[in-house]
């Protein structure tokens, strides 16, 4: 009997349980760093689909897995594709902007799956930063230029779900 593992993804929450072992991880898998001191509001959203076979298209997935949702069942050795949604809510621009999400403990990062689904103009992407690169097992995401006030993009990588 296969083990299911039900990954829900609530706004910047996340919690991973299944079946009678079930196991727990909270916390913020999705954060940002603002340097500027001025009142600013930076909305992240995390969504999710499933590659249940792991080879980047999401073409090939049912209607189901393959729509990004917040709620998602998966099996160990699949595949999630994390979106992240940023959106300027306040008034003035946001400079040096930092996106950082957190790879749960269960899941294995796939390198060279960073990428920017969709930035807006005045914005630009900077170099990313892989998990295996920093101490706490994070992809950071750095940026260039100024998310204008209502802009705004989409980032999104890939995780394996361990076996």
């Not at 299911?4 to 072992?21: M, S, Y």
């Not at 594709?81 to 003035?92: E, L, M």
């Not at 899941?107 to 920017?116: F, Q, T």
């Not at 914005?123 to 705004?152: C, H, K, M, Y």
Request: glycine share 10%; charged share 25%.
């Amino acid at each position: 009997m296969l083990k299911q593992n039900l990954v829900k993804i609530i706004g910047a929450c996340f919690i991973i349980g299944g079946g009678l072992a079930s196991y727990a991880v909270r916390g913020t898998p999705v954060s940002a760093t603002l340097p500027v001191e001025e009142e600013q509001e930076l909305h992240l959203f995390m969504v999710a689909a499933i590659d249940r076979d792991c080879d980047g298209d999401l073409s090939d997935e049912d209607a189901e897995d393959g729509t990004f949702a917040t709620q998602k069942t998966l099996l160990p050795a699949q595949c999630v594709v994390y979106r992240t949604r940023y959106r300027n809510d306040g008034t003035f621009g946001i400079r040096h902007m930092r996106v950082t999400n957190l790879v749960p403990r269960q899941m294995v990062y796939i390198d060279g799956s960073a990428e920017h689904v969709r930035t807006p103009h005045g914005l630009w992407p900077e170099q990313t930063v892989a998990p295996s690169e920093n101490e706490d097992g994070s992809l950071i995401w750095r940026f260039g230029g100024a998310l204008a006030p209502g802009e705004t993009g989409e980032i999104q990588f890939r995780v394996r779900l361990e076996p």
